[in-house]
């Protein structure tokens, strides 16, 4: 089944605690990225990638890192996570950047 | 600026009853229009329109593009209490292979 994959789906952390939210496509997509949403104020993106070795910051990067050493995966690294980060992450891919994006299931982080 | 504005920000309709939902852009170069339905998870896309006047249309669900006007409508017809969701627009627009924007979305409520 063809799928975007997130884990984990629910965290719950301290300030200051380094995390990574791992995300896997099974689709061979070259284009992969990463968004936070927030009541009132939409989706965000926050890092993209548009294929193995290459990373771009996206619209709210500050406090972030990405990586993508293998095709199908992207993690999302939050070095030292503050409360203002705590929302629902979600990634995604697509075949090219700006084609229709299939999104991962979604991570809800709360940090406190 | 780039972005995307919605309108309206929520609507409550009975069954049976047909929506318009509104999606207006102001981006640089533009290429496409998506739509995407959200409900308590991640998005699902609907459509991509990238021209004007072709009338997109799947089940009960349609959607056409105005480039002139710049923007676009998502239409509803015979409302059932499954469409009840966030509806989110987004643009691609941009350079050699474009960036995603979203809008803040819709929140539709059909009641029985």
């Known amino acids: 089944e063809a799928q975007v994959t997130q884990n984990p789906r629910y965290l719950i952390t301290v300030t200051g605690k380094k995390l990574t939210v791992t995300c896997s496509q099974n689709?061979?997509?070259?284009?992969m990225s990463w968004y936070r949403q927030d009541p009132g104020l939409g989706l965000r993106q926050i890092y993209y990638?548009?294929?193995?070795?290459?990373?771009d910051k996206g619209d709210v990067p500050e406090g972030y890192k990405v990586s993508r050493k293998e095709k199908r995966n992207f993690p999302l690294i939050l070095e030292s996570p503050s409360p203002n980060q705590t929302s629902l992450y979600f990634c995604?891919?697509?075949?090219?950047?700006?084609?229709?994006?299939?999104f991962g299931p979604g991570t809800r982080l709360t940090v406190t | 600026e780039d972005k995307v504005v919605q309108s309206p920000l929520s609507l409550v309709v009975h069954e049976g009853d047909t929506v318009t939902l509104n999606c207006s852009y102001e981006?640089?170069?533009?290429?496409?229009l998506l739509w995407y339905k959200q409900e308590k998870k991640a998005p699902t896309f609907l459509f991509m329109l990238?021209?004007?006047?072709i009338e997109k249309k799947s089940g009960r669900l349609s959607s056409i593009l105005d480039k002139k006007e710049l923007f676009s409508i998502l239409n509803i017809t015979a409302t059932q209490t499954g469409d009840s969701a966030v509806y989110l627009c987004?643009?691609?627009?941009?350079?050699?292979?474009?960036?995603?924007?979203f809008g803040k979305g819709t929140k539709l409520s059909v009641k029985p």
């Open positions: 990238t021209s004007s006047g």
């Open positions: 995604a891919s697509s075949f090219a950047r700006g084609n229709e994006q299939y």
């Open positions: 689709m061979n997509h070259e284009y």
């Open positions: 990638s548009m294929n193995v070795e290459v990373t």
């Open positions: 987004a643009s691609n627009y941009g350079g050699s292979q474009g960036n995603l924007i």
């Open positions: 981006v640089t170069n533009f290429r496409s």
